[in-house]
């Protein structure tokens, strides 16, 4: 797909986020809808689980302190957040940032799926064990943070991909626990290996 086509498909998602148009609580209790947000040509969309309250105030995935270090480990293998697209499993805020619950989650997959088949990245980044949880109900996070995984999902009627994802540990995990970060750290090093080998496979 073109990129002009793609960008176009994202900004239609965007809108229908904007417009809250998803029939939860959330989708009218939040002060703003946060949609995804980055390149149309990224290879690399990184999924985390649901915005926060400086997400929730800007109507931007991952500016608050979470954000902050997850810029540090894109910068930590040379990208800028405009150089990937970052989203949540869920878009509005969860009151007091509770977790999502399951209805929650299902009532926003259709818009995640939309997102992936608009970008159709060569990588998708879990951050944390909720978004991870969602593709891979069985992974703890703790085992399987760092090693790529694959599975075929359903985009779409017919549309089935092969995509390839990483589960890393949420940075909030992270923020104030020295061995996580470097852990994160280490895993986030991997991706660019791990996209080279992608691309290698598909050419
Ligand atoms: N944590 C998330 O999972 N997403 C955000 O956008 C911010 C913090």
């Given at each position: 797909m073109k990129q002009d086509k793609r960008q176009a498909k994202l900004d239609s998602i965007a809108s229908v986020i904007a417009n809250r148009a998803?029939?939860?609580?959330l989708a009218k209790s939040c002060l703003n809808p946060v949609p995804g947000e980055g390149s149309a040509s990224a290879e690399l969309m990184i999924i985390g689980e649901a915005p926060g309250a400086k997400e929730d105030q800007l109507?931007?995935?991952?500016?608050?302190a979470s954000g902050k270090f997850l810029d540090a480990m894109l910068a930590s293998i040379g990208?800028?957040?405009?150089d990937v697209f970052i989203t949540n499993i869920v878009k509005f805020r969860p009151p007091k940032n509770r977790d999502p619950s399951a209805a929650e989650i299902k009532a926003c997959m259709h818009i995640l799926y939309q997102e992936i088949d608009a970008l159709r990245p060569k990588l998708i980044v879990f951050l944390g064990r909720h978004a991870a949880n969602v593709f891979f109900?069985?992974?703890?996070i703790g085992e399987a943070h760092g090693e790529p995984l694959m599975q075929v999902i359903?985009?779409?009627?017919?549309?089935?991909v092969k995509q390839t994802f990483l589960p890393l540990y949420h940075p909030a995990a992270a923020l104030y626990n020295g061995s996580m970060r470097k852990t994160l750290f280490d895993d986030f090093a991997k991706i660019p290996q791990i996209l080279a080998i992608i691309n290698k496979v598909k050419l």
């Open positions: 998803i029939d939860i609580e109507g931007r995935p991952f500016v608050g990208l800028e957040r405009q109900p069985n992974l703890t359903e985009l779409g009627p017919k549309v089935r």
